[in-house]
């Protein structure tokens, strides 16, 4: 396996950690705001579960998204070598531009998940 293949390996793998890491951070933030919604009140238990399991859920997704990142990187850095076997030259069917443009939305994301952890946080404790 070359350099180019561990990457996009890395990828996958990261990517579907990511899609099974969402929806659980997603029922989280869902439960924080139908009680924000319909004006409702957690009690000091409650809350602290819920801020527990979003926290959890954001400490998870920001380290998968930096690994992510980090395999974006590998990708970058291999696709000029343009070195793989005949069967897998379709790991080069990527423009750097379009990797470029998916670092910058995982960074977004980051940006989102630090903004919400201190609201949560805000609301929370």
Request: aromatic share 10%; with cysteine.
């Amino acid at each position: 396996m070359n350099e180019l293949e561990l990457a996009w390996e890395s990828f996958d793998f990261y990517s579907k950690k990511i899609s099974e890491a969402e929806p659980p951070y997603q029922t989280y933030h869902f439960v924080l705001d139908s009680f924000l919604n319909n004006n409702l009140h957690l009690n000091i238990s409650e809350k602290k579960d819920l801020y527990k399991n979003l926290n959890e859920s954001i400490n998870c997704l920001y380290n998968l998204y930096y690994k992510q990142i980090q395999s974006l990187d590998g990708i970058s850095k291999a696709l000029p070598n343009k070195n793989v076997p005949k069967d897998h030259e379709h790991l080069l069917d990527v423009s750097p531009e379009s990797l470029s443009t998916l670092k910058d939305l995982t960074l977004e994301l980051i940006s989102q998940l630090e903004i919400d952890k201190k609201n949560i946080q805000f609301l929370l404790m």
